[in-house]
């Protein structure tokens, strides 16, 4: 099973408004990851947020962690038609040769100009 | 630098046929991972290398699949025979081992593979 579920599947917004998408995990972390992707292309990294941190910003984009409750949320605001794509969290677990990124299902985040 | 190069980009191939799906990764990265990615499964990792030797490939779905890397600036992910149900699309990504590989990865463009 997916170690990380985002939440929503699908999210339609208007240009401008902010868009939030959550991330539930169910085993320990050391670290999650959120990757993007556009129609027809490979995955791009976003942001890395350590296990213990609780929150990081880079541009418009700003990831939350809470451990106690095993989740994530990115936020992305001020959005723009470009930021359509799937997003995608991924959460580094275990350790040694058992150490491994495990992806979600993604969030379809479509941007309505 | 490049990033990530996959070949071919599409393949078309007939069912019993034998597939190779070609990556380099980027320059200096010593971990390599293949994924392969579609509706129902999403994505999936295979394989991965470390220093050309792979580590953990518990996540090919049989023995129809094999990896290899010859040396650090090539890998291959073959399917001998093919099926319908290998239909996907196969991404391979790259990291620098430095950190580990849980820092960032960088993904080639894939390869959609249609089996019919």
């Known amino acids: 099973s997916q170690q990380g579920e985002e939440d929503p599947q699908a999210l339609s917004i208007q240009e401008g408004e902010n868009a939030t998408m959550n991330c539930s995990y169910k085993?320990?972390?050391?670290?999650l990851q959120w990757y993007r992707q556009n129609s027809g292309r490979g995955l791009v990294h976003l942001i890395l947020i350590r296990s213990n941190e609780r929150e990081k910003h880079s541009g418009r984009l700003r990831v939350t962690l809470d451990t106690s409750k095993k989740s994530s949320s990115l936020l992305i605001t001020a959005s723009r038609a470009a930021d359509t794509a799937s997003y995608f969290c991924?959460?580094?677990?275990?350790?040694?040769?058992?150490?491994?990124?495990?992806f979600g299902s993604g969030t379809q985040l479509t941007v309505l100009p | 630098d490049a990033g990530v190069i996959q070949s071919p980009r599409h393949e078309v191939t007939e069912m019993g046929q034998e597939v190779t799906l070609r990556c380099k990764p980027i320059?200096?990265?010593?971990?390599l991972f293949w994924y392969r990615q579609t509706m129902m499964r999403g994505l999936e990792l295979l394989i991965y290398?470390?220093?050309?030797?792979?580590?953990?490939d518990s996540g090919m779905p049989e023995d129809r699949f094999s990896a290899k890397m010859p040396n650090a600036s090539f890998s291959t992910l073959k399917i001998q025979p093919s099926e319908p149900r290998d239909s996907a699309v196969y991404f391979c990504?790259?990291?620098?081992?430095?950190?580990?590989?849980?820092?960032?990865?960088?993904f080639g463009p894939g390869t959609r593979l249609t089996v019919l």
């Open positions: 320059s200096g990265h010593d971990y």
């Open positions: 991924a959460t580094d677990q275990g350790s040694g040769s058992a150490r491994q990124l495990t």
């Open positions: 990504a790259s990291s620098r081992g430095l950190a580990g590989f849980y820092n960032e990865q960088f």
């Open positions: 085993t320990s972390i050391n670290n």
């Open positions: 290398f470390n220093n050309n030797v792979p580590i953990d």
